[in-house]
């Protein structure tokens, strides 16, 4: 997606007027995108189970203008990319996965990307493929992807590599660009975790089930559900508390020393898109009350056992009637 309408492969062009669907348990990001489109974002509501966009919902959100479909794969548990697939076909619409918390992830035989128009992934410090900041996109449209390698160097039609390998040849600016591309020095921070990345997913996945099995006595705290037929990408361990009680347990939490977060607030209840939009609180009740009651537990394949211990007896002793 870019803004305006003067360049890059014609079915993507996403500009005003425009919308795109997603959801409102995401972080900022996904829909200020749309916002930088000069397009709408519309949010449909999320599973209760899951905290992924409920793909039950979406045919009532698509309007003339609709033109994509951006689904979070939350906490790194795909969406049901069949699903949203096979609506976003029926209404001839680009679908856009937010990749941002699974690389790793499967859901009935699918990975991201399989059934998607583009992948966004982000190598942000906190995630499992890591280099302090950035991220990649991955399509499967020749077209989308020869704008891309250009659009993320100012528009330029050739890049250094380009100039410079061969004898020198000059580069015109096609459009106008960004300067989006990945450094060297940070893609050879990446290149070495690829291979780590399954045994990293199975030190998690053995902290995960300590967890799950820890909190399951526990009547006060939920979690979001792992589905049948699925790979967790295990990106974060959130649990679901009262939301009237949520904050000041996570002020205890973290006097005990734990370094908790909240993975999300809902986002149609931010400042900017309550007074740009109007939303208000009730138009996505299962988002209003997931981002009401969600606290986010330190979780990494290092935790040492005593820390995991240490970690399920806090939460036990701090989450109580």
Excluded at 75 to 99: N, P, S, T
Excluded at 308 to 314: E, F, S
């Amino acid at each position: 997606m870019h803004r305006g309408t003067s360049y890059g492969p014609c079915h993507y062009k996403i500009g005003a007027g425009d919308e795109v669907i997603t959801t409102p348990m995401t972080f900022i990001a996904t829909a200020n995108t749309v916002e930088y489109c000069g397009a709408t974002p519309v949010f449909v509501d999320v599973e209760p189970e899951t905290g992924n966009m409920d793909a039950s919902l979406l045919e009532k959100a698509i309007t003339p203008r609709t033109k994509a479909i951006i689904p979070v794969h939350l906490y790194g548990q795909m969406c049901d990319m069949k699903k949203i697939r096979e609506i976003a076909d029926k209404h001839k619409l680009i679908v856009i996965e937010d990749a941002a918390h699974c690389v790793e992830g499967v859901r009935d035989g699918i990975r991201p990307g399989q059934l998607s128009d583009m992948v966004c992934y982000s190598f942000y410090a906190t995630k499992n493929l890591a280099c302090g900041e950035g991220g990649a996109i991955t399509c499967n449209d020749a077209a989308m992807h020869e704008w891309l390698l250009k659009a993320r160097q100012h528009g330029m039609s050739k890049s250094a590599a380009d100039r410079y390998s061969v004898r020198y040849q000059h580069y015109d600016m096609e459009f106008l660009g960004f300067k989006y591309n990945l450094s060297n020095i940070a893609a050879s921070l990446l290149i070495h975790q690829l291979d780590r990345l399954g045994g990293y997913l199975d030190q998690k996945e053995a902290i995960a089930k300590q967890f799950d099995e820890g909190f399951a006595a526990n009547p006060f705290v939920r979690k979001p559900a792992v589905l049948p037929a699925s790979v967790h990408a295990r990106h974060l361990y959130t649990i679901w508390v009262d939301p009237a009680k949520r904050d000041q347990y996570m002020h205890q939490l973290q006097e005990a020393g734990l370094g908790v977060a909240v993975n999300f607030r809902a986002l149609h209840l931010m400042h900017f898109y309550t007074s740009k939009y109007g939303y208000k609180r009730g138009d996505f009740p299962v988002s209003e009350k997931m981002g009401d009651s969600t606290i986010t537990l330190p979780f990494y394949p290092r935790l040492s056992q005593e820390e995991v211990n240490y970690i399920i007896q806090t939460v036990n002793t701090t989450v109580t009637a």
